[in-house]
């Protein structure tokens, strides 16, 4: 296998002209595609996997055994959308000027799976490849649409891994300046809906119950951790201990306002160091991104407080929250603008690089 695809002789003048993207997403357990022409988003086509359910969690084995049954209907049906005057894929796939895939973190199966497929898509059409990295992604997904921040802004990404405030600089200069220092704040809401006997995934049921109960009604632990880290294992064992000792049916009597409670809790701990990263770095544009920026409660309050303190606040679409394949086609655009390409011997990795 050749270290670098030949690109075509006019690929680095091709950022002042059409740029065509199909970038796939595979992460973990959603399989994503998405086209995207001159940084607009064409098509943002995501098969979700439900096998999981029963499980209580994403199991690595069946999560890459499924992405290989949904991606080459998954892009078919991105392409197909985006391009709907044309009757079949391989016109399709000619418009292409590049394919993206997700490079790390994430399991490695599931990256296995969409590396080795846009690697092939690739060679075979003899077009640049370019690798994203996930979290660089979910930032970017600010930039989807027509109100974008301006730079430099602040970000807070919050998913069930991951946790932290990123300045960015510009699109390809993102700088991490707070994270946790433990749990994600959705790993939080996913264990302590699994204490309350929610079913898999508990982070969004919990928003669901919050919103008819009262979120002062019980007091949990806030970590006080230095500067703009988070922590938010303390929380959890707060929750769990608090359960131990109240009666048979209490969860059942009062789930809504526990879950408003828990709920309140983690926003709280999330913007008291978005608001102290303001304070800090001066910078009153603020975003959120990840997972958990499909959250309900974190949305209002982050557009609260920024209506009190002057801020001017940036929310993602929900289907460009979680994770999806468009976050990454804005990321591949911004990088091809810079020629920043991969080779065909570039692997996947599990963990941030």
């Known amino acids: 296998m050749p ?11 091709q950022a002042d002209l059409s740029t065509t993207i199909l970038a796939i997403e595979s992460s973990c357990d959603e399989t994503s595609a998405s086209v995207c022409v001159n940084g607009k988003i064409l098509s943002n086509y995501i098969a979700n996997q439900s096998v999981h359910e029963k499980y209580g969690g994403v199991v690595p084995e069946l999560a890459s055994r499924a992405h290989m049954q949904n991606i080459v209907p998954v892009v078919d049906t991105a392409l197909a959308a985006a391009f709907p005057e044309l009757n079949n894929t391989t016109d399709r796939l000619k418009q292409l000027d590049a394919i993206a895939f997700t490079q790390s973190p994430g399991l490695i199966g599931s990256l296995l799976v969409g590396t080795q497929f846009a690697k092939s898509l690739a060679l075979t059409l003899n077009k640049p490849l370019i690798a994203v990295h996930h979290m660089q992604a979910h930032v970017l997904a600010n930039l989807i649409g027509d109100d974008i921040p301006e730079f430099p802004f602040l970000c807070l990404t919050v998913s069930g891994g991951h946790t932290q405030i990123v300045l960015a600089h510009d699109p390809l200069n993102l700088e991490v300046i707070g994270e946790t220092i433990d749990d994600a704040a959705g790993e939080a809401f996913d264990k302590s809906a699994k204490l309350l006997g929610l079913p898999y995934p508990g982070g969004p049921l919990i928003d669901k119950y919050a919103k008819t109960g009262d979120p002062l ?6 970590p006080q951790i230095p500067e703009l880290n988070f922590s938010f294992s303390g929380l959890k064992t707060s929750v769990l201990y608090f359960l131990q000792k109240q009666e048979t049916g209490f969860i059942e009597a009062n789930l809504a306002d526990l879950c ?12 008291k160091k978005v608001k102290k990263a303001v304070q800090q770095t001066g910078i009153k544009q603020v975003c959120i991104a990840g997972g958990v920026s499909a959250n309900s409660g974190l949305r209002a309050s982050l557009q609260e407080m920024g209506q009190k303190h002057g801020w001017k606040t940036f929310i993602p679409k929900f289907e460009y929250c979680t994770d999806n394949a468009a976050m990454i086609a804005i990321t591949a655009h911004y990088k091809y603008q810079a020629a920043q390409f991969a080779s065909l011997d570039a692997n996947p990795s599990a963990r941030s690089h």
């Open 3 to 13: 270290d670098e695809i030949t690109l075509p002789p006019n690929h680095l003048m």
């Open 217 to 222: 009604k019980f007091k949990f632990a806030e």
């Open 260 to 271: 408003a409670s828990i709920q309140h809790t983690i926003i709280t701990i999330l913007l």
